[in-house]
């Protein structure tokens, strides 16, 4: 049996559920989240958007086909030319200024998370930093249509947060997770238990750091 994606998640279910299902995204989704909570939040996203360029950076180092170069080289013009732009933008509209963003000190869920998912790539091949980033790329979407699935997601204008559910659960973002996903398919469907078990280790490693991650903007944490 070749192992899938989907083994991974199997091998993780009560963190992954914990990921998806956290305080954090339920608060968002029915409008209740305290708006410190979500501004210290997105103020540590975009620290941790720019520590996840440098993973896709890595990920063009480790790539071994042109075509492995041409994707890890797509997603860190994604981030660098699109994303940060957009969240700098979504930053100021919940007042926090650009220069703010600039000077923030990392919170130690960042830290840990984005040096850990880093460290992995630089240890291991390109399937263990893919492995280490799939939580985030794949969690989000998840966690998008997990909130538009729940009765008590309130959806439209009177939701201060509505605008990020629509971000993860667009197509273009929706699209990006599918392939992601479809690419990880493609290479554990060759690797041994042995090597499944190490990367379920990663996955699970990530997942609990997304976890953190939550914490730490429902909390404060810095
Ligand atoms: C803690 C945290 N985890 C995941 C994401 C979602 N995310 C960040 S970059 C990216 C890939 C886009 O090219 C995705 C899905 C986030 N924003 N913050």
Same mark, same amino acid.
């Given at each position: 049996m070749p192992y899938q994606f989907e083994d991974l998640k199997h091998a993780?279910?009560?963190e992954w559920q914990?990921?998806?299902?956290?305080?954090?995204?339920?608060?968002?989704?029915?409008?209740?989240?305290?708006?410190?909570?979500?501004?210290h939040y997105l103020k540590q996203d975009y620290l941790f958007l720019i520590q996840f360029a440098r993973a896709y950076a890595l990920a063009a180092?480790?790539?071994?086909?042109?075509?492995d170069l041409r994707q890890a080289k797509e997603g860190l013009q994604a981030i660098v030319d699109v994303e940060l732009d957009l969240h700098i933008s979504y930053?100021?509209?919940?007042?926090?200024?650009?220069? !703010?963003? *600039? &000077?923030?000190?990392?919170? @130690? =869920?960042?830290?840990?998370?984005t040096r850990y998912v880093l460290d992995t790539g630089n240890r291991g091949d390109l399937l263990?930093?893919?492995?280490?980033?799939?939580p985030c790329m794949v969690g989000?979407? !998840?966690? *998008? &249509?997990?909130?538009?699935? @729940? =009765?008590?997601?309130?959806r439209g204008d009177s939701n201060p947060y509505d605008a990020w559910i629509a971000m993860y659960e667009s197509?273009?973002?929706?699209?990006?997770?599918?392939?992601?996903?479809?690419?990880?398919?493609?290479?554990?469907?060759?690797?041994?238990?042995?090597?499944?078990?190490?990367?379920?280790?990663?996955?699970?490693?990530?997942?609990?750091?997304?976890?953190?991650f939550w914490d730490m903007g429902l909390h404060l944490s810095d």
């Open positions: 993780c279910q009560a914990a990921y998806i299902e956290h305080g954090f995204v339920r608060q968002l989704g029915d409008g209740s989240l305290a708006p410190e909570a979500f501004q180092y480790k790539s071994p086909t042109l075509s930053c100021n509209a919940w007042g926090i200024s650009e220069e !703010e963003l *600039a &000077n923030l000190p990392e919170a @130690r =869920a960042t830290l840990a998370y263990d930093l893919h492995v280490a980033l799939s989000y979407g !998840e966690i *998008a &249509n997990w909130l538009n699935n @729940r =009765a008590q997601t309130i197509d273009e973002f929706q699209d990006a997770m599918q392939a992601e996903i479809r690419w990880l398919n493609e290479r554990l469907g060759d690797v041994s238990p042995t090597r499944f078990e190490q990367l379920t280790r990663v996955f699970r490693d990530a997942t609990r750091l997304e976890i953190d």
